[in-house]
C-alpha cells in the first residue's frame, strides 16, 4: 500500500451551513449551473438552504464554459456561482474541469484521444475521451488547472479542490502511441533491462522474445490469447499512468494552495477493477468515493462492502461519499427508482462505514443530455415531490448526526482480505474457467458473515492482520513471496485464516508454482493441489456437511496428519476427497474452501470456522441477518448504526445506547422499533 499523506479534511468556510466551523457531515451534491439560465441560480441555493445542503462540487464538467477557445477565457459566472453560493452558507469542493475537453481542443489536437484494444479512435461526443498519458492533453488540462485554482485559492466558499472525476471511468485502457511508450518507459523502470522482461513475460512461449523495449507493445488485438504477464503489466501499468495523472494535477494545486485540501472521486463499487485504489488511497488528502446500487439479491450488501472497503483504503479515517443518487441512475438496462425510505438508508450505511459527507449525482436533473434520466436531488417534477421532500428530511437528520463528525471506523473482528492483483490475474483469458469472479467470491464471505451478524473489515492486502481474530482471503490468486510468509507469521502469532480455490496458484510474474498448488501456502495449509477440477455452469458437487459446491473442485491431498478435514465431497469425480480443510499452526489456523459454496451456502461451513477461531458475533441472536451494525468511534462515544435489512419492522432496543436521531426508530413502552429499510444510530458513551 503507498505510503499516506496525513488526513485533512474539508477547509469549512466560516459561514457554512448550518453551524459555521462546528463539526458538521458534508451534504450536497454535484452542482452544474450552466446547464440552466441564470434565474435558476437563485432558486438552487434557495433551495439548498432548505435541503441542509453545506457542500458541492462544482465545474466537474465546465470546461468549454471556462474555456471556450484556446486562449479565451470566461470566469465571469463561475465568480457569480462561487459568490452565490459562500453568500448562502455552501462550501464548494471546486472541480479542476479537466474531465471532458471540449470540441475546439480535440478539434485542433485529435491525437490526445484514445484508441482501443482493437485500433478504433474514440471519438469526442460523450466526456473523459483523452489519453492518460498525452503529453498534449496533459498541458492543456494543466494550463486549466491552474488557471481555475489561481482564480479561486483566496476564495471564501473554497473547501476543497476535485481532481478531474471519476480518472479512468471510460479511458482507463487505451492502447495508443502514447500509450504504447509510456509503456515501455514504464516497463524499462521496472524491469531494467530486456532480458528481465523477457524472463518476467516468459518470452520463451511462442516465440515472443524481445530483443529491444521499441519492440514492445500494449496488448492490442492479436491472433490469440495476449501474453498474461503482458496483460498484467499493462493492467498495473494503466492504473499508474492515472495515479501519475492524478499526482500531475494535485502538484499543481498543492503548489498554488498550500492549504487546501485535495481529493479525487474514486468508484469502489461493483465490477470497477482498473485502478488499485488501495495504491492510489495514499496521493490524496481525504478518500472519496462514487457508489451507485445495482439492484439484485446482494445489492444492500454490495453497498456495505464497498462503504467498507472504502473506509478501510482510507484508512479508517473519515471519507467523502461524492456521488449517488438519491433514485433511479440511467445506465443500466432497467433503472429502478428507489422506494421510500431507500435512499436515507443507502446514505446511512455509506455514513456508518465511515463517511463524513453524504453526495449526490446531481443537485438538479438535467432537462437535456443522457443523464436527463438520471434522479437528482431537486427532480423534473420540482421541489414539490417526494424527491426532495426526502432529500430535506436527510438534510435535517445529517445535522442532527453532526457530534460523530470526525468519529472513525472501529476494527472489527473479522477481516476480509481485498486485493486488486489478484482480482486482475485471476480473471485474464485462458484459465481453468472463465466463469470465475473474485469480486463476486469476497463479496460472497462478507454477505455470509452480514447473515450471521459477524461485523467484518474489508481490507486491501498489506493492511496488518494483527488484530483480526479470523481473516478470509478469498481467490488469493497472485501470492508473492513475502505474502506467504506474512501470513504464516498471522497464524502462527494466533490469526486464523482461510483462503480459497485457486489461491496461491502464481507469483508476481503471473508464472505458476510449482510443485503443486497452493503454492508458497501449501505447507501453512496442510495440503496438495495436483489438477484443478473446475465445473460447468450446470454442474454442482455435494459435500458431506450437506453444502453444495460450483464452479470449482480441486484434486486435493491432505499432507499434514495435523489437518482436519471439514467437509469432504460427496459425490462426483472427487467423491471422498477432502473438501474444506483447517491446519492448527501453533496459536492460530489455516483453512482453505476448495470450491464456491455462495453467500447462502457458507452458512454451512462459517459457524464452525468462527468457532474455532473464536469469533462471535456481537448482536443479540434474535437480530442476526436482520440488522446490520457498523460501529464508529470517537473518544468520548461509541456510534452504533443499525440498518434494517428486511422490509419489516424491527426492535433494537436490545442495542442499548440512547438515539443520536430521534427519526432513526420509534421508542414507545421500552421498545425501539426500526422501520423498513430504516437505519438508526445508537450513542453509547466510553466511561
Ligand atoms: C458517475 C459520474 C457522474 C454521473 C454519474 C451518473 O460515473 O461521475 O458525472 O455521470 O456517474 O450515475
Known amino acids: 500500500m503507498a505510503a499516506a499523506r496525513p488526513h485533512r479534511w ?17 451534504y450536497g451534491a454535484d452542482y452544474n449551473p450552466e446547464q440552466w439560465p441564470r434565474e435558476v441560480w437563485d432558486e438552487d441555493v434557495r433551495l439548498m438552504r432548505e435541503a441542509g445542503v453545506n457542500i458541492v462540487s462544482l465545474g466537474v464538467f465546465s470546461w468549454a464554459r471556462i474555456q471556450p477557445g484556446e486562449d479565451e477565457w470566461d470566469f465571469a459566472w463561475l465568480d457569480e456561482v462561487m459568490d452565490l453560493l459562500h453568500a448562502n452558507g455552501v462550501a464548494v469542493d471546486l472541480a479542476t474541469a479537466t474531465a471532458s475537453p471540449p470540441p475546439w481542443l480535440t478539434a485542433l489536437h485529435p491525437e490526445i484521444l484514445p484508441v482501443t484494444a482493437t485500433g478504433e479512435t474514440v471519438w469526442p461526443g460523450a466526456r473523459q475521451h483523452w489519453r492518460p498519458t498525452s503529453p498534449v492533453f496533459r498541458s492543456y488540462a494543466l494550463r486549466l488547472a491552474e488557471a481555475i485554482a489561481r482564480r479561486y ?41 530486456i532480458e528481465e522482461l523477457n524472463t518476467a513475460w516468459g518470452t520463451a512461449f511462442w516465440s515472443q522474445s524481445y530483443t529491444g523495449f521499441d519492440q514492445v507493445l500494449p496488448p492490442r ?11 498484467l503489466d499493462f493492467k498495473r501499468f494503466s492504473s499508474d499512468a492515472l495515479k501519475e495523472y492524478l499526482r500531475a494535477e494535485r502538484d499543481l494545486l498543492q503548489e498554488v494552495t498550500p492549504d487546501v485540501p485535495i481529493t479525487t472521486n474514486f468508484m469502489v463499487m461493483g465490477e470497477s477493477r482498473g485502478m488499485n485504489y488501495a495504491d492510489w488511497a495514499g496521493e490524496v488528502d481525504f478518500v472519496s468515493n462514487d457508489h451507485y446500487v445495482r439492484p439484485g439479491a446482494q445489492a444492500l450488501d454490495e453497498l456495505s462492502f464497498s462503504a467498507n472497503l ?3 483504503i482510507a484508512g479508517g479515517r473519515p471519507w467523502f461519499l461524492m456521488e449517488h443518487s438519491t433514485s433511479a441512475v440511467n445506465w443500466q438496462p432497467v433503472n429502478r427508482a428507489k422506494a421510500p425510505g431507500e435512499m436515507a438508508r443507502d446514505s446511512l450505511l455509506h455514513v456508518a462505514h465511515g463517511a463524513d459527507a453524504v453526495c449526490f449525482f446531481q443537485w438538479r436533473q438535467s432537462a437535456a443530455g443522457a443523464e436527463k434520466y438520471h434522479s437528482a436531488m431537486v427532480p423534473h417534477a420540482g421541489s414539490d415531490s417526494a424527491v426532495f421532500r426526502s432529500v430535506a428530511d436527510l438534510g435535517a437528520r445529517l445535522t442532527r448526526m453532526a457530534p460523530l463528525a470526525g468519529s472513525r471506523r472501529k476494527p472489527a473482528p473479522v477481516a476480509i482480505v481485498f486485493d486488486w492483483e489478484s482480482w486482475w490475474a485471476c480473471e485474464q483469458d485462458s484459465h481453468p474457467t472463465s466463469l470465475l469472479r473474485y469480486r463476486q467470491e469476497a463479496l460472497d464471505w462478507y454477505s455470509a458473515l452480514l447473515a450471521r451478524g459477524v461485523r ?17 482471503a478469498p481467490i488469493l490468486h497472485l501470492v508473492r513471496e513475502e505474502t506467504a510468509k506474512e501470513l504464516v507469521r498471522y497464524t502462527e502469532a494466533g490469526g486464523h485464516l482461510v483462503t480459497t480455490y485457486f489461491s496461491g496458484v502464481v507469483d508476481e510474474n503471473d508464472h505458476a508454482w ?6 508458497p501456502l501449501r505447507e501453512l495449509l496442510g495440503i496438495r493441489i495436483e489438477e484443478f477440477a473446475p465445473l460447468l455452469p450446470d454442474e454442482r458437487v455435494r459435500l458431506d456437511d450437506g453444502s453444495v459446491g460450483t464452479l470449482w473442485s480441486d484434486d486435493l491431498t491432505v499432507t499434514d496428519p495435523q489437518v482436519e478435514v471439514l467437509a469432504s465431497y460427496a459425490d462426483g469425480p472427487r467423491a471422498g ?15 482453505y474452501v476448495s470450491t464456491r459454496l455462495g453467500s447462502q451456502g457458507l452458512a454451512g461451513v462459517l459457524p464452525r470456522l468462527l468457532e474455532r477461531a473464536g469469533v462471535s458475533g456481537e448482536l443479540p441472536p434474535q437480530l442476526r441477518g436482520r440488522v446490520e451494525v457498523a ?14 435489512r428486511t422490509a419489516e419492522p424491527v426492535d433494537i432496543a436490545d442495542l442499548g445506547g440512547e438515539l443520536l436521531d430521534p427519526a432513526g426508530a420509534a421508542e414507545q413502552d421500552g421498545a425501539r422499533i426500526l422501520p423498513p429499510r430504516g437505519a438508526a444510530v445508537l450513542r453509547r458513551p466510553i466511561s
Open 310 to 312: 472504502t473506509g478501510n
Open 221 to 231: 488485438l492479436a491472433a490469440s490469447h495476449p501474453n498474461p504477464t503482458q496483460q
Open 631 to 644: 460501529v464508529r468511534a470517537d473518544d468520548g462515544a461509541e456510534y452504533w448504526f443499525a440498518v434494517n
Open 456 to 472: 467484518a473489515d474489508v481490507v486491501p492486502l498489506g493492511t496488518p492482520l494483527d488484530g483480526y481474530g479470523m481473516a478470509v
Open 153 to 193: 485559492a483566496d476564495h471564501p466558499a473554497l473547501a476543497a479542490w476535485h481532481v478531474s472525476n471519476e480518472l479512468g471511468c471510460h479511458n482507463v485502457y487505451d492502447y495508443s502511441d502514447d500509450a504504447a511508450a509510456a509503456f515501455r518507459t514504464w516497463l524499462r523502470a521496472r524491469y531494467g533491462g
Open 10 to 26: 474539508l477547509r469549512w468556510p466560516k459561514n457554512a451551513a448550518p453551524h459555521g466551523r462546528a463539526p458538521r457531515l458534508a
Open 577 to 591: 476427497q477432502a473438501a474444506i480443510t483447517r491446519r492448527a499452526t501453533g496459536a492460530g489456523s489455516a483453512a
Open 514 to 519: 510449482l510443485g503443486g498448488y497452493p503454492g
